[in-house]
């Protein structure tokens, strides 16, 4: 389908500027809504002066426990304590992933510490635990990062 001008011809081009501002306006929202949308979990970490950062590679997996007992393996939630160690098998030991344990500070140590059992039932040797610098100890802020591991 072309443009009809005043001598009759038809121009045969594609008119692709629409187009381009299109999708340049989609590129815009992606941009602005990606980093909205992994955020993560709302933890409130305990403090700690000795803090490392959490590494950035991908071959790592997060699980948290939050004030109200629920259990996520990153993002996506565990149903039970029983579900734990199957995922756990499946997306941690089987793929040789590094494991960090995030629990809220408010969580009871009874909860955290069967968590860790079940960590050491499907036979994951290195746990990290994530905490936070203490606000005058972080020159940016307080970021999450892993207080230690064990063996």
Known sequence: ???????????????????VDVMLVLLIIF????????????VDLPQ???????PTEADHMVLTVR???K??????????M???????QRLVKEKNKSLFLQADKEVPYGIVVEVMGHIKAVG???????AEQ????????AKPAAAGTRK
């Not at 389908?1 to 187009?19: D, Q, R």
């Not at 203490?134 to 802020?141: R, S």
């Open 1 to 19: 389908m072309g443009a009809s001008l005043g001598n009759s011809k038809f121009v045969s081009e594609i008119n692709v500027t629409p187009f």
């Open 31 to 42: 941009m602005v809504a990606t980093p909205m949308m992994s955020q993560g979990l709302d």
């Open 48 to 54: 700690t002066k000795q803090v490392e950062v959490l």
């Open 67 to 69: 004030r109200d007992g």
């Open 71 to 80: 259990i996520f393996l990153d993002e996506y939630g565990v149903d039970s």
């Open 82 to 88: 029983e579900d734990l160690e199957g995922y756990l």
């Open 124 to 130: 994951i040797e290195k746990l990290g635990v994530m």
């Open 134 to 141: 203490p606000e005058g100890a972080a020159p940016g802020g």
